[in-house]
């Protein structure tokens, strides 16, 4: 039984053919974040982790994340008794609440079955041998390399690729692992998953700018983010957090509501299905979180329609006549898990700079250190390193006067260089930007977020 709550009448499934039409289908099997919550408190939304499936009208099966929920879509895709069944896993990332379900993935027990599953690449292991060690025999009786079906293994870096005959791009999220957001165009739709994800910047906005417009968004990576999901029908994208929780959950990788609805409103997003909801969340708080949602969509303007994803939520999307393909000037980006990259960092600061360096050299980085702007400079010439992480506030030359001489040089005006900061403010950020700055990480941050970060701005600044 549905629990009391009727929270939402679903606005959003399109009047159209519910099966055996040739249309886009988009159904949820798992809606939590971090851990399976069972239990009467979240009977609406549902207790089973990330899971979503997506079919296009020729029939490809196209599965967001393998979390708990993909145990009963395993049961209905074996249920429809077709001769093979022929998946598609798109994991955004390998923590286990996107992966649990799939030593329970039953198709994958049937022979003449596929599975090609893909994930981005630069965790410490292949996508594969991430995967086996989870039905390692000690958790699991199954190894998996002892699975009958056919499967094969797809590390992703950025790009625009062609899964099934959906063309696919991916983009790196913003969360302490490495991992992706899938922008899926078929049918003349566009659905962009975009779970465990954090905003890149406590402003979202310009100050000056008139905001709500992808141009005045101040950090370059929530402006990035914006651009993926840009007239996207469909956005499913995490939403774990009130904006209070957020406040002592930073650095942890999950989206508030607030940044949802603005950052979709301002891309031109017809509607998003908020998700990943917390575990500590029971249905009571998240029909409030989506009755605020709906109220500052409202207020946005733009005609963006905005739910809380509830396992058994269906969509069927109808094509229109005007979906843009997402473009980027780099249609490939590197990959980065081979090449040993030499990184400098400077920073005045012992501590930090000894943390930073440990990190770094742990991920099998080349690291050197320097501890002023000048040595820096003269480091940087010297040995060519392939990125700088570098301190924005060091007592005489600071990280900016750094950055205008970099700039100012041909060799090293298109260096990759991390800004790393304390100063989370306005002017600072534009300032760091408008210097030059690759990517600007403000502290408090966590090593696998920075190491994340480290590796998306190697893997786009370094060509094949
Ligand atoms: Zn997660
Ligand atoms: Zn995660």
Redesign the pocket.
Known sequence: MRSVLQPQKLISVDAAPKRGGRLMRVRFWGTR??IATPGPSTNYFGGN??CVELTTANGDLLIF?C?TGAHRLAAELMAQGKKAIHSNILL??T????IQGFPFFSPAFVKVNTAAIYGPEGSRGSLHDVLAGQMEYTYFPVELDQLPAAITYHDLTEGIHTIGGARVATQFLN?PAMTVGYRVEADGVAVVYL??HEPFSDELWRAGAEPGRIESILHEGDRRHATFMADADLVIH?A?YTPEEYRLKKTW??STYDYVVQIAAAAGVRRVALT?HDPSHDDHVIADIERKARTLALKCGTGLEVFCAYEGCELVLEPHATLKPFVTADPFQASVARRRFHIVVVDDQPDTLTMVVRALEDEQYTVSTATSGQEALRMIDEQKPDLVVLDYKMSGMDGLAVMKTLRAKPETQSLPVLMLTAMTDEPSTRAGFDAGVTDYVTKPFSIPQLTARVRACLARTHPL
Do not use: P
């Open positions: 974040g971090s982790t990330s994340d979390g955004g990332h923590h286990w609440d996107h969360h779970v465990d995490d774990q990788g999950h990943h």
